[in-house]
């Protein structure tokens, strides 16, 4: 028969254990909650992506991803060209690139376009079509497409 002080330690160490596992379920739900898209946004391979239904030019494009604290969209890989042209519906929208008169380019990181897909066009800004990426004259109005790491 147990006595009542080993019933205290008992009821009190099951409370002490079922209190741990809550904590740790609440913080691991916490980061989980933490690692989504925001509202409005699609996510893929860890990356956020909002698909703008305003137009704008290819400098103010950018501008308004940078107050979302996103880039205008780079694109790594045949995957999330995809990705990308699946859900950009048949609106043309801006992306990252400018392209230089010599047809190299930069993406809006820094980084050197290598060309691993096609470019179409002349022009200084690439835009995403639903033939795939072609160049514009920045002032064209068009719809964008930000990116931006999932936290």
Known sequence: MMTKHKKCFVVGTALIIITNIITVYLVKLTQDSQSFCPYGWIGFQNKCYYFSKEEGDWNSSKYNCSTQHADLTI???TEE???LRRYKCSSDHWIGLKMAKNRT???VDGAIFTKSFGMRGSEGCAYL???GAATA???TERKWICRKKIH
């Open 75 to 77: 694109i790594d890989n």
């Open 81 to 83: 060209m995809n990705f």
């Open 105 to 107: 380019g930069q993406w």
């Open 129 to 131: 079509s639903d033939d």
């Open 137 to 139: 004259r920045c002032y």
